[in-house]
């Protein structure tokens, strides 16, 4: 019996219960804005004294709940709330008799329910059906389902979503199909899953497929789209296969969300749940799909087992997500979206006011994991795994992953757990390649350590070179020259590398040539407006707020707010645009935002 590691985010009892099925049934109320229904969970019980069953709940209204002892009757039993803390919500706990390894849970969400969003008709593409999402990870599936709420425990599950008969609910399991125009859908995980990675929606959803294992849900404004953007999804699975072993969820599909999602992606199993903001029209950012994908290894088949692990899950999916990318689009490409996830790296750190927040392992005692949220277990994971990469050559390096993957697969991973793992597969077989000092300066250092092995890009020369040319001086028309070929990812490089204090007629020069203001490339436009904020430009002022209002991806919008809230005429302006989009984000945009507008 592994124990659980103690994880500071749960109340969970795990050394005496620990959640293996879980028996969803809910309904979803569009007016009320409010889940409601029950939950069971079976138990692996593993103190047989045991009296009390200690859950974790979010603004949850529980109306009661029983006990059984395997499939025997369900028996009412006492139950009480804790007081909630801002950082975690309440404590649940339940009297369970002697030998009770069961519990249900017949209980109701809020309408403020933290992991969830309500959209209202007009914030869809189709306008004329609401759309409702959740977003679990990290810690807000408790606030829809009292459970276990720690990525260190693993259940299967079974759902009924009962919704209004002209919707589709979906799940990120397996869906029974036709059963769309019922108002009634059900599903299965057979795998065993963390609680972050339970998702729902439901929305004027439709289906249409990629390959035979692959397609997209999406409003039907948006499907097509969609299919054309993603098409390429069904070869990144297999260039993973072939790298990493097999792909072990069934099916992979995409579900489209309205642009109030707050993440680029979500790696729910079977399903991801992804931006709109990515589809360009020439798959220039679909390395958010193979993102995305990789977490069907790293992050969903070996899990970080405690939230401060996260660049277990975020690290490795980052250096997996560049090796799809090469595999399917070249190195070239690999290199440049390595190189903007360095300049990502140092910017993100920048903004981050506690120290061991800059490094892999911050320290999470009493807060939310969402506040520690950064690129940083992200870019400096996967320049770490690269590091290693280097160091042991890429065929050992390929190798030792796809062990790990095996040898852990359905599992929560601690970093000592990897440690031990790096330790003796490669450190300890290869001595002297890379020092014990070295991995623990990668861990524990507050920027990027001096003798990491950095990507490097020709292209990104060539930009500089044509970026060097004009701020000196040259014609726009010979920039229009250099720049006819260029890739979104050189498009970025550019904006990010041209001067803060550009003049406004240098401005004006690259906006009338090059159309960045009304760029339809969310990412390009996004580190353009970063630009107009910073040179002052106010001709893209109004394209930027109308971006502001409609997209809701915190990685977008986030860092305008702070941008604009740098001065004080800024702030008032941020303050603005944020009264104006509060209503259509999600909670966890909302509350980033707040913190920066106060
Ligand atoms: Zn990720």
Redesign the pocket.
Known sequence: MTPIPSDASSYANTSAFVARHMVLDLTANFEQKTLAGSVELQFERREPGATELVLDTRDLMIQNAEAAIGAGAWIPTAFRLDTATPAFGSALRITMPPGADRARITYATSPQARGLQWLAPEQTAGRKHPFLFTQAQAIQARSFIPLQDLPGVRMTYSATLRVPKALVAVMAAEMTPGQAGTGTFTFKMPQPIPSYLIAIAVGDLTFKPMSARTGIWAEPATVDAAAREFEDTEQMIAATEALYGPYRWGRYDLLVLPPSFPFG?M?NPRLTFATPTVIAGDKSLVSLVA??LA?SWS?NLVTNATWPDFWL??GF??YLERRIIEAVYGKARADMEAMIGVADLADSRSTLEIPRDRTLLPDMTGRDPDDAYSTVP?EQGALFLAFLEAKYGREAFDRFLRRWFDGHAFQSATTSTFLAFLKAELMDKKPGVVTDAQVQEWLNTEGVPSFAVLPQSDAFVKVEQARDAWVGGGAVDALAAATKAWSTQEWIHFVNALPRTLSPAQMRALDGRFGLTTSTNAEIAHVWFRLAIAARYQPAYAAMEDYMVRIGRRKLVVPLYRDLAATAEGKTRAARIFAKARDGYHPMTRSAVEEIVK
């Open positions: 992606g790696e993102h995305e977490h992050g899950n975020e999916t980052t992200y």
